[in-house]
């Protein structure tokens, strides 16, 4: 298997080799050019990486930046597309949802979405956290780009970046009055209406939103209630208001909401089920289940921000983001997949954050950075009911966590002659956090949490309440030599840092230790980089190779216990070590004709993972490092695209783009389980064609993605055992899909 799968890598190297003899180009310069030919040089592509506008050449940071015209060529719908774009990357649907995200770079992240785990890739829009991973893929409209920094971001972006960011920018206003819209058509019935605008009321005031409606059929079907399975139904739209009334000051006023009542989503199951009615055999198609729980299901999100600038002088800029958000989520969950209430799960989640944040940025002709202060006071909350029916047995849980944070961070690059320059940054970090816990037995299908009132009440197995502060300096320095106007090497160190919390599903019968909660984690990583441009800027490459201790890994587990359900575990797991690298590039070979592609390896292993087993019913410890491997982290991983373009004159222009992506076998969890592990490499192609009319109004486009069909794993769940109806299930990413999409810019 792995032998194949580096005959498969081995050949999109050769394919990417030819760019030796012209050079590379970095993704975001070729993806921001213009559809039509020219014979200037690149654009040059700023990101906001470190707080402030640069140059990407010059940031010393492995960042991937792709533009909103990239994104819509390919037909991107979602924020889940970075796993095809960014090397190093998974970024996902979580398993048994339709829009809770699962994000990991360089082997750290979190595939637990449950209320009070962190996740360790921060999710930024316009520079304001999303604390909560329910509601977080977002759909891909309105926005100017798209930037995946990797490596631990602590020192600008707080605790729960020791992975890295993602960060999603919207567009500003315009100065002029603007109406966009566009309509997507494709497979599965889909139908999808976005428009936006904005106007100026005054010569200082600009008003605008954008709205969209999206719809899709479902990949499959619930065989047992008819309802569609993996279908979309979707409203989100934005509001927001700028207003100058100077050269020195700027606010920015924004509204998001995020409606999703897709169908529930149960997945498919990967073995035989024991004790169960109906479905025992596998179902044909991967997409199809037949879940008896039902299908409702809602998540609302949404929230508002106020930014505002002050140009001091020509060095000194004060910034200030004030945001609230809140979400709220009513799902169910099938197991095991039956009408028979093997293992079923109702749950509900609540979560709410307001956070503050205060920016001094300093410019100068050598000294630029930026020093800031950050508040964070957030709520997330749930309940759901564990439903063992076979053994007529609920566990009913229910907590809440709040957490108060506060940091203050700066980060200083100074250019110490005009090809060195030394970066120097810090972030300390408080955290409070208080957790509470209930958890108790229920004979009867269903606890009095989720309406069963008849439901008798048996062994209470939690019911505290707790609290723990947290706190730490997280450090970064790197230095860059710049050898030429169109050569940057960089070397850069930087700690991340992710705070200790309470599990919601402890069990302080089984463990009684759980009410002390867990520790926090830390990653050390060490980078070393080199970008570069040649002929021009027509050709472009960044290279990373990265070092990362792992120490104090949280890892949740659950293991089936008749008693205790499914009991919790969250474990300091011990230290690993993460290795690899990184290779972003392309070329312009002619006005017409580009090519990017990015390359990414990752060497993870345990040196050390504490835990416990169960044996004989008693906690056991054990060391599990020799059998554990890391999660949703394929060793190897690539992309490839071309992108053509043809001036037809006074009929327009066409573009055409042909993609590829590849990632090598990959499991779900620490242990390695072939039944819902995806065990084969993994290889996307899609590609697109566009007609621009002359004035570039009118586009006219044809998409296709996953065109080989490939059905491939992106989460799944194991619960062994015939009092559980041997849940071995998996969730599969999108089959092929082809979308027409008609679009108007006045």
Known sequence: MKNTAIKTFSSLLLSASALTSVGFISPALAQTATAAPSNEAAEVVVVTARRRDEALQDVPISVTSLSAASLEATGAPDITVLQQSAPNATVQVARGSNSTLIAFIRGVGQQDPLWGFEPGVGLYVDDVYIARPQGAVLDIFDISRIEVLRGPQGTLYGRN???????????????????????????????????????????????????????????????????????????????????????????????????????????????????????????????????????????????????????????????????????????????????????????????????????????????????????????????????????????????????????????????????????????????????????????????????????????????????????????????????????????????????????????????????????????????????????????????????????????????????????????????????????????????????TFGLGYTDAEFNEFRSFTLVGGVLTPINLAPTAVFQNTPEWNGNVAFKYTRDLGNMGSLDATLSGSYRSEYSMFEFVNPLVDQLDSVTLVDAGIGWNSEDGVFRMALTGRNLTDERYKVGGYSFAGATFGNVQNSFYGPPKTVTLSLSAKF
Do not use: C
């Open 161 to 595: 970046t020791i992975g890295g960011a993602i960060k999603y920018v919207t567009r500003k206003l315009a100065s002029e009055p603007a109406l966009n819209a566009r309509l997507n058509m494709g497979s599965y019935g889909q139908i999808d209406a976005i428009i936006s605008g904005s106007t100026p009321l005054s010569d200082t005031f600009r008003v605008g939103g954008a709205l969209a409606r999206y719809q899709r059929d479902g990949y499959g079907k619930n065989i047992t209630t008819g309802a569609e399975h993996y279908d979309k139904n979707v409203t989100a739209g934005r509001l927001s208001a700028e207003w100058e009334p100077s050269e020195s000051l700027y606010f920015r006023f924004a509204y998001d909401k995020v409606i999703d009542d897709s169908n529930a989503k149960h997945g498919h199951r990967e073995a035989a089920g024991a004790g169960l009615t109906t479905g025992v055999a596998i179902l044909p198609n991967v997409y199809d289940t037949d879940a008896g729980i039902g299908s409702a299901n809602s998540v609302e999100t949404s929230g508002w921000s106020l930014t505002g600038e002050w140009k001091i002088n020509d060095r000194l800029t004060v910034k200030s983001i004030t945001a609230s958000r809140e979400g709220a989520s009513n799902s169910l969950i099938d197991f095991d997949t039956n009408q028979v209430k093997a293992l079923d799960v109702p749950a509900l989640y609540d979560d709410k954050q307001f956070s503050q944040e205060l920016q001094l940025l300093v410019s100068g002709e050598r000294l630029n950075g930026v020093f800031g202060l950050y508040y964070l006071d957030a709520e997330a909350s749930g309940a759901f009911d564990t439903i063992v029916g076979i053994a007529n047995l609920t566990i009913a849980t229910s907590g809440k966590v709040d957490t108060e944070s506060f940091a203050a961070y700066g980060d200083f690059s100074f250019d110490v002659t005009d090809a060195l320059s030394v970066s120097v940054g810090g972030r300390y970090t408080e955290d409070s956090r208080t957790g509470q816990v209930y958890r108790q037995n229920f004979t009867g299908l269903g606890s009095p949490l989720f309406g069963n009132t008849a439901a008798i009440a048996g062994l209470l197995r939690s019911n505290y309440t707790n609290s723990k502060d947290f706190n730490d300096f997280s450090p970064r320095v790197s230095v860059s030599y710049e050898f030429s106007d169109a050569l940057t090497a960089y070397a850069a160190y930087s700690e991340g840092f992710k705070s200790g919390g309470f599990d919601m599903r402890g069990d302080a019968v089984l463990t009684p230790k759980t009410v002390d909660g867990y520790k926090p984690e830390y990653v050390n990583s060490y980078e070393v980089g080199l970008k570069g441009s040649l002929f021009d800027g027509r050709a472009n490459f960044a290279a990373a190779v990265f070092r990362a201790e792992y120490e104090g890994q949280q890892i949740t587990r659950q293991e089936p216990t008749l008693a205790a359900g499914i009991a919790s575990f969250v474990d300091n797991a011990g230290s690993s070590t993460i290795q690899g690298f990184e290779l972003e590039g392309g070329a312009r070979f002619t006005d017409n004709l580009s090519m």
